[in-house]
């Protein structure tokens, strides 16, 4: 039967339409021949790209000659992984390795040694590609066999025969495969693929690509902006050698997560439109959506990283809620997601798995037993809206944001200062920190708001001043757009507010806004109200700061008599009231009236809470500074030493209180002169708060700092100066330059200078 049409390149046989006349046709003897009869044209190669701008790779070359040159049996190699993270571009340098690797030793004189590329996206294009293979072997078969009989020859050949490579590129589905590779005996298959899954059942070697190096990023974007660059400078170092016109080339190619698509994409556009990497990358920040789906002249515009992720989502169209779960997943951050925080997604447990699970064999995301990775592109695609891509539709992308809001604030532990709590904070940190980054103020809704207020707490308890006022200033919007200016959640975030600026020692913002929100408080909910009390007890706290003890001291008064009078005398605020009085009294050199309020407190302490409650034993260590204050060290270090012992007791060695009791019983050791006991527990108490606290936080710093002073009241200057400088670095680092203590330890060092 003869079929009109002609071949394409991959030898693809068009049928004839229907109202053409079809004749009947003999085949000639020649083209029936047995196929082991048939024998390979010389140098039969073909290839679908150069490869010129290949850069790197070569454990992952290293890996797949290996698995492929293992045996006489046919070897299959299936590399697979994200979309755009170059699968094809590795394909294409190894088959062109290979093909001049064997006709460079002479083999080609046998005839035997195909390498053949077939596009491989659906059954219909591999038998397509197949038949292609047949013409190749056979040109006469071109216009006198029928596809599907040119698909078995080629299948049967390569059967019949060995020493070919066969590539079969972008395989969506195993089973468009399963076919030929159940055939074929001998040669080798190298398989690209995006699914990860599956091949095992085929016998089938499986290698993960992922994305480039850093180093590996930055030559590829430079060779395809600079083609003439020579590549000793490219590799000189990740950006130092660049021209001028390649400046935050590095930052360029991390926002892009080292992606090949993604940094050839971008970098043809550098090339055609002159622009710099970093003014790329403004383009980029401003306009996700559009960079993302833009591709330079001349390239492939259906190649784009966007579309390239649309048709992997089409694949998995069966399982709607890996659609949604991916949304979810790109609001938080890049790095590890723990899976539990899609526990509460609204869909059961199984199914939840299920999506990760499809997700994760098409390399959309990748799974651990604890925890979810993203790569930072995919997120950032995700969270695009696209009106023309049913995957990111505007309003699913703000139900997926609200979403990730509400299971961050889900996992977020109620009260993140209990040291418990604190590795779950941490792990959650970055998540938040995404999530805030990437959602606009104007669409945060009340689940951001207590999220924003709940991470502002735990960062400024770490020492993250910083961080923290930002926070709560967007906490603070947030509450007020929403809910208006007298809501206690406003206030709350007022309060909270005008804490952080305290502890960043900025008490000109600090009082100001303590004592409005005190007022609004009294007019809101009255002056009797516990709110109020607290806000009141925090404004005499920034006064004291401050060391405006005439006002400090009748508020906290005041303060203690209301608490008294609503609360009772045994009340846990009351009793936190004495002992706040108690510290302000100190504080103004009154240490008659201190020690006695210092002495009843405690005692109320231990009568109503116990002798090892934490309120209690922070009683006992605020008498023990009083009575050091006094100079009473007879009386002030055995409480010291009671009070360090009882807290490693009922709290353990690692808690923050104990690490303070830690710190005071030594400055207490120093007081006395007892330096041979004092410094080796400020190294000890140094060395556990950067193990548990981190070198970060105030009572780290605060710790290296007393150690540089023991360092300096010994005459050891040598120890002394350099750790004073190392704090000093810190602190304006961490607190600022005009906080009081880094204006404190600035002084100190000047001193030994």
Same mark, same amino acid.
């Given at each position: 039967?003869?079929?009109?049409?002609?071949?394409?390149?991959?030898?693809?046989?068009?049928?004839?339409?229907?109202?053409?006349?079809?004749?009947?046709?003999?085949?000639?003897?020649?083209?029936?021949?047995?196929?082991?009869?048939?024998?390979?044209?010389?140098?039969?190669?073909?290839?679908?790209?150069?490869?010129?701008?290949?850069?790197?790779?070569?454990?992952?070359?290293?890996?797949?000659?290996?698995?492929?040159?293992?045996?006489?049996?046919?070897?299959?190699?299936?590399?697979?992984?994200?979309?755009?993270?170059?699968?094809?571009?590795?394909?294409?340098?190894?088959?062109?390795?290979?093909?001049?690797?064997?006709?460079?030793?002479?083999?080609?004189?046998?005839?035997?040694?195909?390498?053949?590329?077939?596009?491989?996206?659906?059954?219909?294009?591999?038998?397509?590609?197949?038949?292609?293979?047949?013409?190749?072997?056979?040109?006469?078969?071109?216009?006198?066999?029928?596809?599907?009989?040119?698909?078995?020859?080629?299948?049967?050949?390569?059967?019949?025969?060995?020493?070919?490579?066969?590539?079969?590129?972008?395989?969506?589905?195993?089973?468009?495969?399963?076919?030929?590779?159940?055939?074929?005996?001998?040669?080798?298959?190298?398989?690209?693929?995006?699914?990860?899954?599956?091949?095992?059942?085929?016998?089938?070697?499986?290698?993960?690509?992922?994305?480039?190096?850093?180093?590996?990023?930055?030559?590829?974007?430079?060779?395809?902006?600079?083609?003439?660059?020579?590549?000793?400078?490219?590799?000189?170092?990740?950006?130092?050698?660049?021209?001028?016109?390649?400046?935050?080339?590095?930052?360029?190619?991390?926002?892009?997560?080292?992606?090949?698509?993604?940094?050839?994409?971008?970098?043809?556009?550098?090339?055609?439109?002159?622009?710099?990497?970093?003014?790329?990358?403004?383009?980029?920040?401003?306009?996700?959506?559009?960079?993302?789906?833009?591709?330079?002249?001349?390239?492939?515009?259906?190649?784009?990283?966007?579309?390239?992720?649309?048709?992997?989502?089409?694949?998995?169209?069966?399982?709607?809620?890996?659609?949604?779960?991916?949304?979810?997943?790109?609001?938080?951050?890049?790095?590890?997601?723990?899976?539990?925080?899609?526990?509460?997604?609204?869909?059961?447990?199984?199914?939840?798995?299920?999506?990760?699970?499809?997700?994760?064999?098409?390399?959309?995301?990748?799974?651990?037993?604890?925890?979810?990775?993203?790569?930072?592109?995919?997120?950032?695609?995700?969270?695009?809206?696209?009106?023309?891509?049913?995957?990111?539709?505007?309003?699913?992308?703000?139900?997926?944001?609200?979403?990730?809001?509400?299971?961050?604030?889900?996992?977020?532990?109620?009260?993140?200062?209990?040291?418990?709590?604190?590795?779950?904070?941490?792990?959650?940190?970055?998540?938040?920190?995404?999530?805030?980054?990437?959602?606009?103020?104007?669409?945060?809704?009340?689940?951001?708001?207590?999220?924003?207020?709940?991470?502002?707490?735990?960062?400024?308890?770490?020492?993250?001043?910083?961080?923290?006022?930002?926070?709560?200033?967007?906490?603070?919007?947030?509450?007020?757009?929403?809910?208006?200016?007298?809501?206690?959640?406003?206030?709350?975030?007022?309060?909270?507010?005008?804490?952080?600026?305290?502890?960043?020692?900025?008490?000109?913002?600090?009082?100001?806004?303590?004592?409005?929100?005190?007022?609004?408080?009294?007019?809101?909910?009255?002056?009797?109200?516990?709110?109020?009390?607290?806000?009141?007890?925090?404004?005499?706290?920034?006064?004291?700061?401050?060391?405006?003890?005439?006002?400090?001291?009748?508020?906290?008064?005041?303060?203690?008599?209301?608490?008294?009078?609503?609360?009772?005398?045994?009340?846990?605020?009351?009793?936190?009231?004495?002992?706040?009085?108690?510290?302000?009294?100190?504080?103004?050199?009154?240490?008659?009236?201190?020690?006695?309020?210092?002495? #009843? /407190? !405690?005692?109320?302490? %231990?009568? =109503?809470?116990?002798? @090892? &409650?934490?309120?209690?034993?922070?009683? *006992? +260590?605020? $008498?023990?500074?009083?009575?050091?204050?006094?100079?009473?060290?007879?009386?002030?270090?055995?409480?010291?030493?009671?009070?360090?012992?009882?807290?490693?007791?009922?709290?353990?060695?690692?808690?923050?209180?104990?690490?303070?009791?830690?710190?005071?019983?030594?400055?207490?050791?120093?007081?006395?002169?007892?330096?041979?006991?004092?410094?080796?527990?400020?190294? #000890? /108490? !140094?060395?556990?708060? %950067?193990? =548990?606290?981190?070198? @970060? &936080?105030?009572?780290?710093?605060?710790? *290296? +700092?007393? $150690?540089?002073?023991?360092?300096?009241?010994?005459?050891?200057?040598?120890?002394?100066?350099?750790?004073?400088?190392?704090?000093?670095?810190?602190?304006?680092?961490?607190?600022?330059?005009?906080?009081?203590?880094?204006?404190?330890?600035?002084?100190?060092?000047?001193?030994?200078?």
């Amino acid at each position: 039967m003869q079929m009109e049409g002609r071949a394409s390149g991959l030898g693809r046989v068009y049928q004839a339409g229907r109202d053409q006349t079809i004749h009947e046709t003999v085949l000639p003897v020649e083209a029936l021949r047995p196929v082991t009869e048939v024998v390979a044209p010389p140098r039969l190669v073909n290839l679908p790209r150069h490869t010129r701008m290949f850069v790197g790779r070569g454990d992952e070359l290293a890996a797949l000659r290996a698995a492929l040159h293992g045996g006489d049996e046919v070897l299959v190699a299936v590399v697979h992984g994200l979309g755009g993270v170059g699968k094809s571009t590795l394909a294409a340098y190894y088959t062109l390795a290979q093909a001049a690797g064997r006709y460079t030793a002479g083999r080609d004189a046998s005839g035997l040694n195909p390498v053949w590329w077939i596009t491989a996206d659906s059954g219909q294009a591999v038998e397509a590609g197949l038949a292609g293979l047949a013409v190749a072997l056979q040109p006469e078969l071109a216009t006198t066999v029928p596809l599907e009989a040119l698909a078995e020859r080629a299948t049967a050949w390569l059967a019949a025969h060995e020493g070919w490579l066969l590539v079969l590129d972008n395989v969506v589905d195993t089973a468009d495969v399963r076919p030929l590779l159940e055939r074929t005996l001998t040669g080798q298959v190298l398989v690209t693929s995006r699914l990860g899954e599956g091949w095992h059942q085929l016998g089938a070697q499986v290698l993960r690509l992922d994305v480039l190096g850093e180093q590996e990023a930055v030559e590829l974007l430079a060779r395809i902006v600079v083609p003439d660059l020579p590549s000793d400078i490219v590799r000189a170092s990740p950006e130092g050698g660049l021209p001028e016109g390649l400046d935050g080339t590095a930052e360029l190619v991390r926002e892009l997560g080292c992606l090949p698509l993604a940094i050839e994409q971008a970098s043809a556009y550098l090339h055609q439109t002159r622009l710099t990497p970093r003014a790329y990358l403004e383009l980029l920040r401003k306009q996700p959506g559009v960079m993302y789906d833009r591709a330079a002249r001349g390239a492939d515009a259906e190649r784009t990283i966007a579309r390239l992720w649309r048709l992997t989502l089409d694949q998995l169209t069966g399982t709607p809620l890996a659609g949604s779960v991916l949304r979810v997943l790109a609001w938080h951050g890049a790095e590890p997601i723990p899976r539990i925080l899609l526990s509460g997604l609204g869909a059961t447990e199984p199914d939840v798995q299920h999506a990760l699970g499809e997700l994760a064999a098409y390399n959309m995301i990748t799974l651990d037993r604890d925890a979810v990775a993203v790569h930072r592109l995919v997120q950032a695609v995700a969270r695009t809206p696209d009106p023309d891509d049913p995957h990111r539709q505007a309003a699913d992308i703000d139900t997926a944001r609200n979403q990730a809001t509400s299971l961050l604030n889900a996992a977020l532990p109620e009260t993140p200062l209990d040291p418990a709590d604190w590795p779950a904070c941490r792990a959650l940190l970055p998540h938040i920190t995404a999530l805030t980054d990437h959602a606009s103020p104007d669409t945060d809704v009340i689940t951001t708001a207590r999220l924003l207020n709940q991470t502002g707490l735990f960062l400024l308890d770490q020492g993250a001043i910083g961080r923290a006022i930002a926070c709560f200033e967007r906490a603070r919007s947030a509450c007020e757009r929403l809910l208006g200016g007298d809501h206690p959640h406003t206030l709350a975030c007022r309060s909270n507010l005008a804490g952080a600026y305290e502890s960043a020692g900025d008490l000109g913002r600090a009082i100001p806004l303590f004592e409005a929100t005190l007022s609004d408080y009294e007019r809101v909910f009255g002056g009797d109200h516990p709110d109020t009390l607290s806000s009141r007890n925090n404004l005499a706290s920034a006064y004291r700061a401050a060391g405006d003890l005439g006002r400090a001291i009748p508020l906290l008064e005041a303060t203690r008599a209301e608490r008294e009078r609503m609360l009772g005398e045994d009340d846990p605020y009351t009793l936190s009231s004495r002992n706040n009085l108690a510290h302000a009294y100190e504080s103004a050199g009154d240490l008659g009236r201190a020690i006695p309020l210092h002495r #009843a /407190t !405690l005692a109320d302490y %231990e009568r =109503v809470l116990g002798v @090892d &409650h934490p309120d209690t034993l922070q009683s *006992r +260590n605020n $008498l023990a500074v009083a009575y050091l204050k006094a100079g009473d060290s007879g009386r002030a270090i055995p409480l010291f030493e009671a009070t360090l012992a009882d807290r490693e007791r009922v709290l353990g060695g690692d808690r923050p209180a104990t690490l303070v009791s830690r710190n005071n019983l030594a400055a207490a050791y120093q007081t006395v002169g007892d330096l041979g006991r004092a410094i080796p527990l400020y190294e #000890a /108490t !140094l060395a556990d708060c %950067e193990r =548990v606290l981190g070198a @970060d &936080h105030p009572d780290t710093l605060q710790s *290296r +700092n007393n $150690l540089a002073g023991a360092y300096k009241a010994v005459g050891d200057l040598g120890r002394a100066i350099p750790l004073y400088e190392q704090t000093l670095a810190d602190r304006e680092r961490v607190l600022g330059t005009d906080h009081p203590l880094t204006k404190a330890v600035r002084a100190d060092l000047s001193a030994l200078r």
